[in-house]
């Protein structure tokens, strides 16, 4: 049999979430006519050789681009900004409301590199309580010597770091176990 | 229905019945955790109206114990059937955590068993989206059985028909060794995870605090398992993922790829590629900006994207004919060959080949990850999978040598001795027993020893080797690669090699299978 | 002795700019091609490249004093200009130099050393009664005896490399319990920047103004100053805009510090370009900090307020000639700032953002200088600094200035990574700027926003993002494949393929 009243449904609106959760909504079929706050004006996309893409928008010109894309995540640069989005149907963006009431109770905090270097020391170790903003050790980036604080305060699980050892960008360094 | 007739009543009623099993209230009770229906998801994979049911009237079967109860419904919280996927016919099945939990009692097992004798014998691919809270305990060895029966099912299908699993809920204890023996396994952030035992057990026996997240979230599978190949960060995503990837397969072991319709083409001599891999050995790249150079534009898509980083797996399009690659990531572990990248590399090789699809490899190894742990935990055997998988394959085989290519790596990654059909190095490769450091150390160590300046004497030798042994011309002189060629034209020359091969056959002797150094 | 040719013992914007006033003076120069930039713009402006693309040293020739000795032997230039970082500041390297009769564009190496280690530069400060923050003119040797000092001071206190610049090997201690793990990344630091553990500890003066004059000095004793400049928009120590001069100067107090500038530079028989750096608390009180013995990065401030060029004046006195200038010469016309467009994500707290530069379209106003080392197509990669260009506007008053430089971020654009361009606009836009009261501490304390964006922009963003998103989908769907094609095969493979099973 086929699943007579239910098809591919159709999407009525698209919502882009930036990171700290406020939504642009934009309804499909999607417009070039736009309005922000109580201005409102057709947005056009333009391109050249000297300048690449920029936006035009009540004659002002945005340069921008996309930086990077994962799945349904944009980081878009516009006029030297970078914005994070994930752009979610009205479903999706159910599901995201859901899992960030539930995102409270994580317990474990990653700590990853925030660049590519070398861990030139390591100031803590396993099993010590840490207050947030405790450094927690030393990368060498770009000649230069950066501290690695703690994001939050708990204990440390597991260290994955030796000094003297190099770490490319998001490698996991320390696991942090949240608590006060 | 517009009928009046008696006979029809009956069916009338039924299918009322079974509408009215699925009401909004349990939707919502699945939305709420941030999942949707069966019904749900089986819409979104499949074409539009495409999508028959069967099965979905069957009742759940009658246990004689009185442990436990059993809601009485239709369809024992699975539903199964095919349709047609970007207009092919797929088979699939879907648990249903609507009804009893999504459990797997004999009926619901027989369904699924079902659902996959038709795809094998239809030869066609099945996917499975699973979301199960495991065996139902109120049925017993019953339900444990059926799971035998899947997984028989799934291991005589395994090379003949492509089988995906999408793990979007639970699935525990024996549940998850059905995804495992499937070619490739999907999971959803957050709201999916699998494991053999579980936090209570393992809070039980070890005295260990963690989530089901934590223990086995598709995060985890993602990067440190492998278990699974792709995640996502919600269900629409997962399966327009499964969507895309169907996309680059056969039916069956019988077909070969499908081809796109329009390939894009892309300008036949790319200069860019000269510039990716850096003239210094020791400076990274990403090995990703080369792959992207030579497929099809945008048609590179990674599998086990998080896991064994060092080294890069995927299927991408040439000239719209479907390839696998397998590239050394120089960004990752200096590109090193360790246990996890081998088994990696080693699985989808027999992926690829199983179904026809023809292997580019991209290298530059320094060799295989020194250390005591790698040793330990059998490198050797480990690294024999990849060396096993590539030499075992019987597709088109095309290795680029990009720049490192020693030792005993060399040779795993499609030497021309284990079987590469073309072998093209570009001027940048340094094909040696070892590195140019290495080599040096071994032969001169006395008069290194002896040396007033070793540094400088060191500089002069590694110029040496580089200058007579560490390049591509010995190599090729001696026949042991095919060409040294301009990276620009890396493209065009592998359409060109690859349609030479399109006819390509193996005999291998008979054997019932070989022994894969498991 | 008049110098024919000079070897450019740098890279990047300093070297081009060096073979710029080279080039107008009718002087040959030789940049080094190295394996970690072959491809480097540098290398286009010079006359003559040595080539050392195909050697992979774990040194940087530029920071090789053998290797640059030899490279001098070899071609046998008359001069090396240093430019700035690496072996600038070198005393050993300029002494060999010297001794093989070949002009180092700089000091002698005696005013290097005696500037560059800042314990000696405190002592001669003491002896010639320049006004000093109390603290050590001696080198620390472990934590206690930091403790022991820190204690005396007072905290605040800072430490720093006493071969150090640039913010590298320097903290700030506010509490007695920082002071163990400071000292010892200070020092681990300094190691390793300079080769020298040595550090020494002064009073920290809580957000000062970084107020600096530039000295100009010929052989034969004769010594002025250019103005000043105003770098107190700093992170960590790094400066991000310059200016000249600076709002925070009277007349008199620019004469006063001039002097103390110039009577630091004759205590050492300094000569060519240096720069005198003093920090500037609220109650106009200043105290000398070091003396950098060589070009800044800054110098086009002063280049553009002044209308000299600091690096002809520089190769002029490395020839014997004498200043033609005295201090009455010196005119301050107008106002210049200068923002350093750095490939670095503001939003992440500075961090180098590596990539390529896809395109770069610079402002070409008048009153507008771009000092770049780099074109399209280059790319910034973690072996060197984060620079791409440093963008010096001139106005009439400080207020033109700053406009003009508004005017001039709006027109640069730079697509394919992240810079601090949006850093600038705020900054250019905030009240303590613009009121000239703001100081060291500007950033940390008064920059509510790193950077400049307004929920329209995030809007047009989150607008584009979903666009994309929409036709990637599209693009997706349109992309059709032929599954019937994959059952097209050939007779004899598929034979072949169907009795191998």
Known sequence: MIFGKSSKKEIKKLIAVNAKRKKFEFPIPFTDELKIGDRQGEMKIKEDDKHGTYLLWKNKKYPVEVLSKNQNRYEILLNGVSYNFSIETPTSYKRLKYLNTKSGSKKNENLEAPMPGKIVEVLTEEGREIRAGEPLLILEAMKMQNEIQAPVSGKVKKIHVKSGESVLKDDLMVEIIIGK | MDTNGKLFRKFIEREDRLNQQYTAELAKKQHNKGKLTARERIDLLFDKDTFEEIDAFVTTASTTSSFGTIKESYGDGVIVGHGKVSGRLIFAYAQDFIVMGGSLGVVHAQKISKIQQMALKMGAPIIGLIDSGGARIQEGIASLAGYASIFNNNINSSGVIPQISVIMGPAAGGAVYSPALTDFVFMTNKTSYMFVTGPSVVKEVLNEDVTNDELGGAEVHAKKSGVAHMIYEDEEQTILGVIKLLTYFPSNNVENPPVMVEPCGMDEVNEKLRDIVPDDPNKPYDVKEVIHQIVDPDSFHETSQYFAQNLVVGFARLDGSTIGIIANQPKVLAGTLDINSSVKGARFIRFCDSFNIPLLTLEDVPGFLPGIDQEHMGIIRNGAKMLYAYTEATVPKITVIMRKSYGGAYIVMNSKNIGGDFNFAWPTAEIAVMGPDGAVAVLYRRELAASEDPDALKKDLVKTYRDEIANPYIADEKGYIDEVIDPAITRKKLIIAFEALQNKHVSAPAKKHGNIPL | ?501
């Open chain 3, 1 to 501: 002795m008049s110098i024919k040719s000079i070897l450019i013992a740098n890279r990047g914007e300093i070297a081009v700019r060096i073979a710029k006033t080279c080039k107008i003076m009718g002087i040959e120069t030789w940049g080094i091609k190295t394996s970690a930039e072959p491809k480097a713009h540098y290398l286009t402006q010079v006359d003559k490249v040595y080539d050392l693309s195909d050697v992979f040293s774990e040194v940087l020739v530029f920071l090789d004093v053998e290797k640059l000795m030899d490279i001098v032997a070899e071609i046998k230039v008359d001069a090396v200009h240093p430019g700035y970082g690496f072996l600038a500041e070198n005393a050993y390297f300029a002494q060999r130099c010297v001794n093989i009769n070949v002009k180092f564009v700089g000091p002698t190496p005696d005013a290097i050393h005696k500037m560059g280690n800042k314990t000696i530069a405190r002592q001669i400060a003491t002896k010639n009664e320049i006004p000093l923050a109390s603290g050590t003119t001696r080198s620390i040797r472990d934590a206690a005896d930091a403790k022991k000092v820190s204690d005396k001071i007072g905290y605040p206190v800072i430490i720093k490399a006493a071969s150090g610049g640039g913010g590298r090997g320097m903290r700030v201690i506010h509490k007695p319990e920082e002071l163990a793990q400071m000292f010892r990344l200070a020092t681990t630091e300094a190691e390793k920047a300079f080769n020298d553990p040595s550090v020494f500890i002064e009073k920290y003066i809580q957000n000062p103004k970084h107020i600096e004059f530039q000295i100009m000095a010929d052989s034969h004793g004769n010594v002025i100053h250019l103005g000043e400049r105003e770098c107190s928009i700093q992170r960590k120590h790094q400066k991000l805009l310059e200016e000249a001069p600076s709002p925070a100067l009277s007349p008199e107090l620019r004469k006063e510090m001039g002097d103390i500038a110039i009577r630091i530079a004759q205590a050492v028989n300094y000569e060519s370009a240096g720069t005198v750096e003093f920090l500037l608390d609220t109650n106009n009180n200043y105290y000398f900090m070091e003396m950098n013995t060589r070009i800044q990065v800054e110098h086009p401030v002063t280049e553009m307020v002044t209308g000299f060029d600091l690096i002809e004046q520089q190769i002029r006195v490395a020839q014997g000639e004498k200043l033609t200038i005295t201090q009455k010469d010196i005119k301050i016309n107008g106002w210049a700032i200068e923002c350093r467009i750095n490939a670095e994500d503001v939003q992440a707290g500075f961090s180098p953002y590596l990539g390529t530069i896809e395109k770069m379209v610079l402002p070409n106003d008048e009153n507008v200088r771009i000092d770049s080392g780099v074109v399209e197509g280059d790319t910034i990669s973690p072996n060197f600094d984060s620079m791409i260009a440093k963008l010096i506007v001139w106005g009439e008053t400080r207020d033109e200035a700053i406009a003009n430089t508004q005017k001039a971020l709006s027109k640069l654009w730079i697509k394919g990574l992240k810079t601090t361009i949006p850093f600038f606009k705020t900054v250019l836009n905030h009240s303590s700027f613009t009121n000239g009261s703001f100081n060291t501490g500007f950033i940390e304390n008064e920059l509510e926003f790193m950077h400049e964006s307004t929920d329209e922009e995030e809007a047009l963003a989150a607008w584009f993002a979903t666009l994309q998103y929409i036709n990637e989908k599209e693009k997706e769907a349109e992309n059709q494949v032929d599954f019937e094609q994959g059952k097209n095969i050939n007779p004899w493979l598929l034979n072949k393929r169907m009795k191998s099973f």
